[in-house]
Every structure is written in C-alpha cells, then in structure tokens.
C-alpha cells in the first residue's frame, strides 16, 4: 500500500483510532505488529518470509551477543551480517552480478551463460536490511542493549511508517518509544496531521506534478533543446526532493500522531554549500548509517589524507549501489565521492553560517546545487549512454523551444508551487497551531488543495524501489 | 462529552474495519455493483455504473458526459448459409471476446470461452475440429507475452521486474479502486469530480485521472495507451528484440496448444483504439508482429482492415475502450471465413 492511496488513509484512520482505544502498551505493540504484517503483505506477502527469517536470525544473534565475549562476540555478527546481506545479495543484486560477468564469461566460455533469477524486489529491502544491521552492530559495540522482548524487536524492524522507505532508524531511538506507553496527546495528533498534509502536498501536487515534465523529457531527451533538458535536470531534482522528504514527512507525521518520533531525513539541502554538507542534509539517515558503520570503521579521517578520499570514495560507491543494481547508481555515487573528496566543503562558524560574503554563500548554493542536479541525471537515466547523451544535450547549446509536456498554465503553476515549497519548508515543519480552529481549516484547505491541484493516481515513490 | 469521543472513536473504527474487509471481497464489490445498476440513476443518490454506457465516462467526470454515452448493444446475426459443421471452437480472450454473443460463429457446435489472465483448461473434444482462437488486446500484449504463466510456458528470464511491478500494482489497484466505489461512488460527489476534471480539462489541458481525451476531442482514450512510454502505449518505443521476443513467444504458444490435440490456433490483436483513430507517432507493434517472417501462427488481422477503413470512427465506442457493434462485426465476419472452411 502506498501513503498517496485511499488504502492507505482507511488503513491509518482505523490503526491510529484503533492504537488509542488500547490502554496496555503490549496490546498497542501488537496491533502495530499486526498492522505493519499487513502493510507490508499488500506488496508481495510472501515476502514476509524474508522478514520473518531476518528478525529471528537478527533477534537470536542480539542475544547471544550481549552474553558472550571474545572471537565468538564477532563471529555471531559476521553471521548476522552474511544473513541480512546474502538476502540483500540473493534478492537485489544477484542478477545485476550476473548479468555484469556475462560479457567477461562469454568471451572466455563462449557457450557459458550466467544465470538469472525469476525473483521479484521485495519493497524497501534496503532500507529494512539497513535497519537491522545498526541493531545488531550497535549490541556487538554494547551502545544497545539486546531486545529480549521479540514482538517488540520485530516490531522495530517493521513498523509501518518507516518499512519501505525509512527513515532508517537506530535501536537507541525506536526501542525505548515501543516499550513506553504514551497517552493520548492532542498536540501530537495536531503537529503529526500537519506534517503529513505538508508531506501530501509536496507529493501529490508537487512531485507527481513535475514528474510529468520530468517523464516527457527524458523520454525524448533526444529530440530536445538544450534549454528543456535543462529545465528537465532541475525539474528531476525537485520531484525527487519532494517525493522522497514528502514521503518521510508523511512517515514522521503518522508516527508522530501516535505519539512515535521519527528522526528527521531532510534539513534543507539544496540550500547546503557544497556537497559535503549536502549530505549532512540529504537522507541524513542513510548518510549517518554509512558513516557509523562503514566510513568510521574503514578508518574514517584518521588514516592521512590519501586514505580518507579513498574511504570517502568507498562510501559514496557503496551509497550509490545501495540505491539500485545498476551501474547508473554505481557511477552517480563514485561521482559524488569524487566530488566530495575533492572539494570537502566550506567550513562553517560554530552556529552553522558559513564564513565569508553573503554574495559567495549564494554562489557557492547556486553551484552546489547545479552539480547535484547534474549528477541526478545518472540517477535517472535508464543507462549510463543515455546519461552521456542527455548531459551532452545540456551542453552542446541545442537552439530550440521548450517542451516541457505540460501546457503554459501548468508548468507556471508548477515552478510557483515548488519556489513557495522551498520557501516555506524550513519554517512548517516548525509551525505549531495552538488554534484548534486555525487547524482544522488549514488542514481542510490542504485537503481541498491536495485533491483539487493534485495529481491523483497510483503514483508509486521513487525510494520504494530501493 | 468523553462519552461521545468514545461512541465516535468505535463507530469509526468499526465502520472502518467493515469498509476495508468489504473492499478485499471482489463478490461483495460486484454484488453492490450490481445491485446499483439495477437500482441506481442520476435521481437517487447512489450512482449508477457507467459501464454500459461507456468504461471510461464515470472516470472522466466530464460536463459534457452525454457526447460520449453510448449504449453497449452488441448483436449479430448469423447468415443463414454459414453451414453445420462439426468446430468445437475455444476462445481464450478477454472484455473483447467475452462480450460476443455464443451463436454467431459459422459451423461451430460447441463454444467455451475463458479469460486469457486465467489458467487455460480447455481441452480437445473428440471427433471434433478443435479450433482455439487467442485474443488479446493490444495494451496487453506486451505483458501477457512477457509474464503470463497460464499457458504452463515458463515467464522469460527477464519478466521479474515487470511482471513484479505490475502484479503489485494490480493489487493496489484493485484495493484502491474498489475503496473508491464504495466511499465515493454516490451522485452528490458528482460536482467535485466534475469541479476537478473541468479544473484539468480548461486550465491545464488534459484529462482527469486514468483518461484522456483525443486529439480531436471525439474520444475518451485510456491515459496509458496513449503514454510517451509503458508497455501499455501505442506510442512507447518497441525495439526489434521486444518483438522478436513477442513473435517467439506466440509460437511457443502454438507448438504448445498444437502438441496438446488443437487442430488449429489463432491469434488475434485488438487494436487500442489510439492506434487506429490518432495513428500519428504509432509504434506499429501489431503490424511488426503480424509481419514477422518467423511468426508461424495464424493471426486475424484487424489492424490491416481497420487502418484502412474508410471510416474509422465508426469502430469504436466513443466514451468506452471497446469496439462499436460495427466493429465488432468487422471481427466476427474474420473469423466466420476461416470457420466456414472446416
């Protein structure tokens, strides 16, 4: 079931009413078990499985962890480790390996073929299998203690918010808030139902909105003027910001109505100058799982300059397969490290303004964001030559009109929505309405406008294919 | 007051519970379905399925609806001199074939039609001339050829993500729409949908939800056949592999219906109606197929007549994705001068 679904809203309406009638938390636990179980049945069911294999493997290895020492401690990690990422293997990228040997074996065997497996992408896999990864690491560096409550432990792997598209969390955030009862508060319900209205909006009428320029541009990218590809790439980095931060306000916004606080995935990042601290600000739960159990653990800054590019290197080729078995993600993540190792970023003043003229701040934003607009043409495009040729496109100056795929009227409305969005983002999240009234009817108009401006349909988000 | 949150909290939860149990329950849908057909119209407040009238008009919310309602009322009459023969005939198709009345096909005897997403259990009748006809529209071609298992062929390797896309999506969608039809399919929602389409249609050029007008604003089209990509398009590019693979595959087919005691096999590809009427920019998927040098199987070719019908308005139903009465003849009288040869 995706959020932008009426599925989705009967379903949250009956958990969320169904979650406060409960006065025992082991009841609450259970019901969001139950429920998570069906969310995530709603894709594929028997995928559920999987799930099903990698918490008891992850639930067993905890506890045995925090009882013994020595080289078993490791050994009972390792084993943990080689479980939820030969899934990982098995599921998403055994037939990208395959298929990348097959050249190499074909013209060493010519009558050997690789093989390929009829199996489907369980929905969120990667975000999930990250998840229960950082429990099993942090009970091996004692930071957390073992869950021995397994409904609970299941519970942290599958809440619903957060299963298919994060964010990815840490045990030292989720298990204390399962294990806590919380009463009703119609504060959190206010602020959570704001949270997800915003998250709608950048969705429905934003995101899916742009997608249909996004989708006319590269589908003809060849025939296009330098000028539309352009405004294709830009268009690309919108939708994706507002799909996926719209996609994490609805989790967090959901969550938090029931009194659950998610960590925060965003903090304005096309406003960061340089890439650096562009991922400080994107998918801020991902960038912090790969520097806590990758990036510090190869060595981080500590091994001399050379060997911290070469990890900063490692990290971003890791992210980027992370994303998706195709070379397209494998070579938009080695460029970002690239990038980032080459140009570390601007150092900042203890309050986080940045040294130096405003005008610079602007010219360094400014081409901060270029060059991730840039490099999410990789992201996007089906294949590295399309990649190639779109980018040359941009810059061979083609003449030409624009194309954008949507009339004069819509594509306005769509560059003004997405200004007024990023304008307004960094203050909603922290508006509060102490006015029951003020609610109500701001959340009516967020209906009124999600429905009449938006873009209805079962438009799926673009994280849910990792 | 604490008492009435209370009452309310379990009336929601309640009633939530029953709509979402309801919704999973294709009988109970097509019950109410049903049971608004009979008993629903513009007068009371409860909405009567535009189905009959055209698939796509209740979706498209148009004001001016009535230019595009048009009765379905297939019929057919059978030539009289069309003979006796001796054809158990078997059609594996879909919403096309299925609308079709059972006595029109020359020197058949015995008829069984089945859903072509569903397992074939067709199985040859003795002393018969057992003849099969595949029919399949040509939005679905594509991914029946691609992921269908109904035909105990094995899905080629590269069917997972397709096959897996949809089949999760087809879910979905049948979640969402039948909560839809049952939350929201009542007369007095009618001015908001129409508020929305009129908002898409005046301002921002383009229809509402999953349909879309034709160029010349005569038809209702399916948005995704109409796509600049997806496998359900007529305008999406197709590589020659893409139908090498779809040739291949309908001869599999065949080899493997001939070996199970099928005197003959057919293959027939209902055009979208975007193909024929809106022909500018076409892939040509069922002409590639079609002639295909390797392609073994018998096909009824309906692209060649209804391309080159001098008039092509008159094929299809204007607010539905289905063929006219016109059209549909067309199609029958194919088939009858391959029947009256057996």
Redesign the interface.
Known sequence: MIFNSIHFLVFFIVVTVWFFRLQHQRSRVWLLLLSSCYFYMTFIPVYILILFFTILVDYYAGLFLERTDGRTRKLILTGSIVANIGVLVVFKYFNFLSASLQPALHALFPSVHTPILDLLLPIGLSFHTFQALSYTIEVYRRKQPAEKDIVVYALYVMYYPQLVAGPIERPQNMLGQFHEFRPYNWNNVKEGLLRMSWGFFKKMVIADRVAMIVDHVYDTHQQQSSLTLGIGAIAYSVQIYCDFSGYSDIAIGASKVMGIKLMENFRNPYGAQGLAAFWKRWHISLSSWFRDYLYIPLGGGRRGALRTRLNVFVVFLVSGLWHGANWTFGLWGVLHGFFVSLFPGVKTTEGGMPNGSRVGAIARVTATFLLVTLLWIFFRAPTIQDAFTYIGGIFTLNGGGLSTGLNTTEFLLAVLLSILMFGAEARIKRFYFGSDVLFFVTVFLSVIVCYFLGVVGETKFIYFQF | MRKFKTIF??T??VV??L??VA?SSKSFVFAVWDWHNKHGGDNKWYMIYHSPWGDLVSQANLDNEKKYLERKNYTYDRPADCGKGNVALYILGDSYTRDIPDSVFCNVTSLEKSRVTQACTFRPKKGAKNVLIIEMTERYIREMLHVTKDFSIP?P?????A??AD???S???F??RN??YL?FHFNFVNP?RR??AS?GLN????GS??TVLSKDGEYLFFRSTVA??GRFSSYSYVSDSEVDFCVKKMNYIYDHFKAKGFDEMYFSVIPNPATILQPEGYNGLIPRIQKSAMLKVKVFDLFSVFSSSANPDVLYRKGDTHWSDYGMHIWIDMVNSEMVKY
């Open positions: 909290a379990y929601v939860l939530g519970l709509v979402m919704a899905p390797a590269n069917s997972s993500a096959g897996g089949g999760v999506k879910y979905a969608a979640m969402n909560l839809e939350l908001i508020a929305k908002l301002y921002f050029g383009r939800g999953n600049p990509n």
